[in-house]
């Protein structure tokens, strides 16, 4: 589903992001991924996202180099990976449901099908009461929902989550992670950058160590 062959990133003044990255994530898999501060966590998110390019390696996602995507096939491909990000990103001037609806409104959808999409996204993450509501006026933990809801309402086969639990207290970020078993229970690949170790040690999951931009470990959690 997701391979890296040999990929590094390299930004300017000459400051290496990733380096010689080699990884294999199979569909289905719910991955996480650690690593200090700066170690290359949100840049190798970002370039299976295709937010940002890799200088040199190959990565191909579901079968797709993303090397040679071009045009459309960007937007193509960037509508099959959902992002969530730790600062929300969302519109303060728009309500709860537009904010959700902002990708299907992107692939011109049709009004009805964007309102079921949108209604089923955010029954999904427990805000369906929450559609006309101001992002602002929402606590942290439901602002990260409706980022959630955004992420998955074109039902992506993979989801990117870049620190999803960081501005969330042990209980709130406990709940998010469930809702990411959820979603991987009915096939969807994750793979989550997260700094919270003692959290991620409770879960039986796949975890991927980044250390000054190189891969330093690849490990099962088995006690869980």
Do not use: W
Request: net charge positive; aromatic share 4%; with cysteine.
């Amino acid at each position: 589903m997701i391979q890296f062959e040999a990929v590094s990133k390299r930004y300017a003044a000459g400051r290496d992001g990733l380096r010689d990255i080699n990884l294999m994530i199979d569909a289905g898999e719910m991955v996480f991924l650690t690593g200090h501060s700066g170690a290359g966590k949100s840049s190798l998110l970002k370039l299976i996202g295709l937010l940002e390019k890799a200088t040199r390696g190959q990565i191909r996602v579901d079968g797709r180099n993303l090397g040679r995507l071009k045009g459309k096939a960007i937007a193509r491909h960037r509508s099959r990976v959902g992002m969530i990000f730790q600062d929300h990103r969302l519109l303060t001037d728009r309500s709860v449901f537009d904010n959700v609806a902002i990708p299907l409104v992107v692939c011109a959808y049709s009004h009805q099908e964007i309102k079921r999409r949108v209604r089923a996204a955010l029954d999904k993450v427990g805000l369906l009461g929450k559609e006309k509501t101001s992002p602002e006026t929402l606590s942290g933990g439901e602002q990260q929902r409706v980022g959630i809801a955004r992420a998955i309402v074109g039902k992506p086969p993979v989801l990117l989550a870049d620190e999803p639990t960081g501005n969330l207290d042990p209980e709130l970020s406990a709940e998010i992670m469930r809702l990411f078993a959820d979603f991987n229970q009915v096939g969807v690949t994750l793979l989550i950058a997260t700094h919270d170790i003692a959290l991620i040690k409770t879960l039986p999951y796949r975890i991927l160590t980044l250390n000054k931009g190189e891969l330093s470990a690849d490990s099962m959690n088995l006690h869980a």
